[in-house]
């Protein structure tokens, strides 16, 4: 049987500076990405026809249908190539869904490599990574990985040279978070307040402690523009928050759209003992620890003879 398995990083948002709203009804960002060790895995199966199904971390809520951005990826991937491809997509999500954390996108980023494998396309990035912007604004940096920053609506991306490695805590939230509802809400807060909104611009200090690898720096830079709109939608994370930093966290913030709140640690085992106290504080559904930055989508397992 032919199959491919690709596996697929989640990103944290180390600066989301979110600009006006755009007449096509997004927003120009500076969107500072950042890959971290939490992995789906999508398994692409050569069929006739195309089907997905999905399993693990609150598989329930993710459509199984045409729906789901892995099958509209591959769906996208054989229009491009002009061919009636078919696959069957089996994805293994511990991604938290509607998170915050990219998670969909990451599946699709996976999908067209593991489609583009199967099938023996053979195309290069630059390809994939068009199909990827007409997919969603997140998954041009899921294909790419590491650390990235984002303009535009997020799909414009330049990678950032990282000197080290940092340690994470992500607290899981019950539900999700529809980020168009978060976008609208940051829309709807910043009209009541009535400042005028800026053009975002990437925060040199963020980048110059990203290069030097300093963790107590980049805790103290972290910042979402969303992290408002989520509060407002969902008021427990504030709790959340609080919990981190009471425990040390050198920097807290809510995970893109949310409602996954994001701690950054001073080392991993300062990760295990705040993930621990964050789980006995009961501020949370689960509680992850990660490293990032990670590489984007890795070929686990190939066809054979390839
Ligand atoms: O691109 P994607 O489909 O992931 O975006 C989901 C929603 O998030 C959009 O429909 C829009 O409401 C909002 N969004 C935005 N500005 C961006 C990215 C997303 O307003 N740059």
Known sequence: MNSVTVRVPAKVNLQLAVGPLRDDGYHDLVNVFHAVSIFDEV????????????????????????DNLA??????LARHAGRSYGVSL?????????GGMAGGSADAAAAL?????????????????EIASDLGSDVPFA???GTAVGTGRGERLAPLEVGGTFHWVFALADGGLSTAKVYGECDRIRQEGGEPVGHPRAAEPLLAALRVGDARALGAELTNDLQPAALSLR?????TLQAGRAHGALGAIVSGSGPTCAFLAESEAHAETLAAALKT???????????GPVPGPTVVQGPPGR
């Open 43 to 66: 398994t692409a199966v050569a069929e006739t026809g195309m089907s997905v199904r999905v399993e693990g971390e609150s598989a329930d809520q993710v459509p199984e249908d045409g």
């Open 143 to 145: 294909l790419l990985g």
């Open 113 to 129: 490599v593991a489609c583009n494998e199967l099938w023996g396309l053979g195309l290069p990035l630059e390809d994939l990574m």
């Open 235 to 239: 008021g427990s994370l504030a709790r």
């Open 90 to 98: 089996a994805i293994r999500k511990a991604i938290p869904v509607a």
């Open 71 to 76: 099958i509209q990826a591959a769906v996208a």
């Open 281 to 291: 504080e009961n501020v949370a559904r689960d509680v992850l620890t990660a490293h």
